[in-house]
């Protein structure tokens, strides 16, 4: 928020826990507290099991406590390996909803924790630094993807693109409260 101007989000990820799917054991977040979770090193879901992310205008709530963390380079790998079967080398997952279903539909033997545990939001973002101000654009930017909400136009987007709304998060999300 130092560097970049952000405008309204106009898709909001939601953050899932993939488990092997012959667990039976964890039925949600709280219970994978101390467990081994696989995430893409340095991301946002890093800092989630951190205890340290920080989203503006979010109250985030911190439901895995003292979680082992294993980092990979990218939730690839860190599939792989919980597809190796319940808890060989890992617990959990976490990664956005597209690719948790893409490794699904790949025929991995995974399924989903039931409710997302947080949401990544994307926004056009412009360099605060630039020589020309960038404001009036940033305000024009936010206009059209605000009226593209309210016409819909995303949602439609979203669904033909992603096969459902990522929309309806960041509608809400309200960047104005965040100067």
């Given amino acids: ?27 949600i977040p ?3 507290s101390g467990k081994r979770i696989g995430v893409c ?3 946002t879901f890093e800092a989630y099991l951190r205890g340290t992310l ?3 205008g979010e109250k985030i709530e911190y439901r895995i406590q003292n979680a082992q963390i294993t980092a990979y380079e990218n939730e690839d790998p860190a599939i792989d390996d919980l597809s190796l079967g319940d808890g060989v080398k890992l617990d959990a997952v976490m990664t956005i909803l597209p690719k948790a279903l893409s490794a ?11 409710e997302p545990i947080a949401f990544a939001y994307a926004s056009v973002t412009l360099d605060r ?14 206009k059209l993807i605000r ?24 509608a809400q999300f309200d960047i104005a409260s965040l100067n």
Avoid: W
């Fill in 147 to 170: 009226e593209m909400h309210r016409t819909g136009i995303l949602k439609e987007l979203s669904i033909q693109y992603q096969g459902r709304d990522f929309t309806q998060e960041a």
């Fill in 54 to 56: 920080q989203i503006p």
């Fill in 1 to 27: 928020m130092k560097a970049l101007y952000f405008s309204q989000p106009y898709y909001a990820t939601p953050t899932v826990i993939l488990l092997h799917k012959e667990n039976s054991i964890f039925k």
């Fill in 41 to 43: 090193a340095g991301c």
């Fill in 104 to 114: 699904i539909d790949a025929g991995k033997p995974l399924k989903l924790m039931d």
């Fill in 129 to 142: 630094s630039s020589k020309r101000d960038p404001t009036r654009l940033l305000t024009e930017i936010t």
């Fill in 30 to 32: 709280e219970d994978l």
